[in-house]
């Protein structure tokens, strides 16, 4: 079932506030062990949508994704993620880690994220990346 309009406009609405209330807020997270790392700020904004969370490091999240709650979808040259997701890059970043962020907006060649802890220490920002190291997306499913 594909998301509606409204669906839309409700999601990029709570994505906006949450930019809104975590941009330049240092030590995100849900737990003392999350604080500060990409995946805390991931894991606060799955508990905005109201699911969650996804133990683990980034590169481990697409695989952790409960299919009840999530779809999961790899990185493929024909398409891109929707705003709201999680992006997860493989252990080629983050020290052997991977890195995770919550997607603003993107293309087939480019995203803009809302992320924490990239550089090493960085409160959440917002950045653009490629689509270079990126596994996939974590979507949470229409109803959840």
């Known amino acids: 079932m594909a998301a509606s309009p409204a669906m839309g406009i409700v999601m990029l609405e709570k994505l906006?506030?949450?930019i809104a209330q975590y941009l330049g807020i240092k030590n995100v997270g849900t737990t003392a062990q999350n604080a500060g790392q990409c995946v805390g700020l991931v894991e606060r904004w799955l508990g905005v949508l109201g699911v969650g969370p996804i133990w683990g490091n980034a590169a481990d999240l697409m695989g952790k994704a409960d299919p009840r709650y999530f779809t999961v979808?790899?990185?493929r040259p024909d398409n891109y993620p929707p705003s709201g997701a999680v992006v997860c890059?493989?252990?080629t970043w983050g020290t052997g880690y991977g890195h995770t962020a919550v997607v603003i907006a993107a293309t087939a060649s480019a995203l803009a994220v809302f992320e924490q802890n990239d550089p090493l220490g960085r409160y959440p920002s917002v950045a653009t990346h490629d689509y270079t190291g990126v596994m996939g997306w974590i979507i949470v499913k229409v109803g959840k």
């Open 16 to 18: 906006i506030a949450f």
């Open 89 to 91: 890059w493989g252990t």
């Open 73 to 75: 979808v790899p990185n």
